[in-house]
């Protein structure tokens, strides 16, 4: 093993610097991201009308295609952070949150129904000023934490 270490130093500097940059990295997405989510993202049986709704339909395409190529990026980024130093986990919620599926909006839901997570998530929006996430009724006790 120490042998196959040494044979590919090169490989793991970069591996480990990627791994710091993921790191660095989801420590300022991930909060980033709870701020600039509308306060009443979650409150809706369905997801709202897209944020690019008043582009035309090729760039549209176009904004969607790279958003889910980063996030398929991130999943196989975090995957590979599994098995090194890094944040793995974090790197592939990222990606989750960023591609497109069937059925993420409810995943979504069913996350942030959790009281802990909410908590948490609120916390960080009150310390940026911002008003806390807003549950729909079908979430559980619904309103706000």
């Known amino acids: 093993m120490i042998t196959f270490i040494h044979s590919h130093e090169t490989l793991f500097f970069w591996l480990m610097s990627a791994s710091v940059i993921g790191f660095i990295g989801s420590l300022i997405v991930i909060p ?11 409150s809706h049986k369905k997801r709202q009308k897209h944020q690019w709704g008043s582009y035309p339909p090729i760039i549209r395409l176009v ?3 790279i958003k889910n190529i980063l996030g ?3 999943i196989i ?3 590979i952070m599994l098995l090194i130093p890094g944040q793995g986990i974090i790197t592939i919620i990222i990606g989750i949150i960023l591609i497109d ?8 839901q069913w996350i942030i129904s959790h009281p802990a997570i909410l908590r948490s998530i609120n916390q960080l929006r009150a310390k940026a000023k911002q008003s806390p996430i807003e549950r729909s009724s079908g979430l559980g006790s619904g309103g706000v934490i």
């Open 32 to 42: 980033w991201i709870l701020i600039r989510i509308p306060s009443d993202y979650f």
């Open 63 to 65: 904004l969607l295609l």
């Open 72 to 74: 398929v990026i991130f």
């Open 77 to 79: 980024s975090g995957i």
């Open 101 to 108: 599926f069937p059925y993420k909006y409810k995943i979504e």
